[in-house]
């Protein structure tokens, strides 16, 4: 093995660290100043936490949409919400079966699949738009972003009216070490999704596989690793809104702020794959509302875990077939 692949893959090792713990200083710190400013703990659960764990993916995508590695940037978010919904939600449901939400089910889970619809029928209009090839125009991404103002809205009219229901347990940092590790935090993050681009381009370049396949396997599953490490230590306290409220709200993070933004930088062309990943994204929204009426009614079952995780592992098998 040549010291560049070495050098490279302790690059791309380093990256996601830095990017994890980034993402952990930033969250603890925002969630601090948030406590700070009298925001209740359920606003903090939707916003603070599912923003912070999408973190990861908005700093690599946008370095990787700044430097022209599209096909990196549609494989790592929709393959991290692939990721996060049948692999992680899979996992953690195993662990402790996951109790959903009445206003989960009707309001934010329909959220997820509209995210992901949204994305292939923005895509694929290449004959409204009149080009040759499907893409994600800035024209999308101003869409998308009209989108996720829409769900900001919701979020701040469901925090005036609804008690407090994710256990989030924060350390009650002053208010100048909370601003303090937002700084440390944001500055993690930028530079670890450098060094995962970077390490991430040359991999593919090497292996001769396209940025997009790398995307929506490798790079998706190490972004998603803050919102695996968050459920799965909810499910082990058996916090199954704190589980599933931070998967939903990553997930509508990711598409309609992330992809949003990439999308206004540089247009995104969709290649097969992508397609393929976004198909599967939709089904797993379907998949995840169908579950809360299957077995026993509002319960992701271990069942249902498995079943999830075995569907991802065929999507994996099929993203690099394709590739």
Known sequence: MSADWVSQGVLFVIGFFVLIKGAHWLVEGGTSLAKALGVSDFFIGLTVVAFGTSLPEMFIDITAAIRGNTGIVIGDIVGSNVTNILLILGVAAVIFPLQI?????????????????????????????????????????????????????????????????????????????????????????????????????????????????????????????????????????????????NIVGSNIVNIFLVLGVCSIIRPLPLRPQDNFAIIIAIMSSVLLFVSAFVGKRKVIDRWIGVMFIIIYLFYVAMVIRLG
């Open 101 to 245: 939400r009445h206003g989960v089910v009707w309001k934010e889970i329909p959220f997820t699949f509209v995210a992901a619809l949204s994305v292939l029928l923005l895509g694929n209009d290449k004959l409204i738009e009149g080009i040759s090839y499907p893409q994600l125009s800035r024209i999308d991404g101003l869409i998308m972003l009209s989108f996720f103002a829409i769900y900001l809205y919701y979020l701040v009219s469901i925090s005036k009216t609804t008690p407090q229901l994710l256990g989030v347990e924060n350390k009650r940092l002053d208010t100048v070490k909370s601003i303090i590790r937002i700084i440390i935090g944001l500055f993690a993050l930028f530079v670890g999704a450098k060094l995962v681009v970077i390490a991430a381009v040359f991999i593919a370049v090497k292996l001769h596989i396209t940025e997009t396949v790398i995307g929506l396997t490798v790079i998706a599953l190490g972004s998603s690793l803050p919102e695996l490490t968050a459920s799965v230590v909810a499910a082990l306290k058996k916090h199954s809104d704190l589980a599933l409220g």
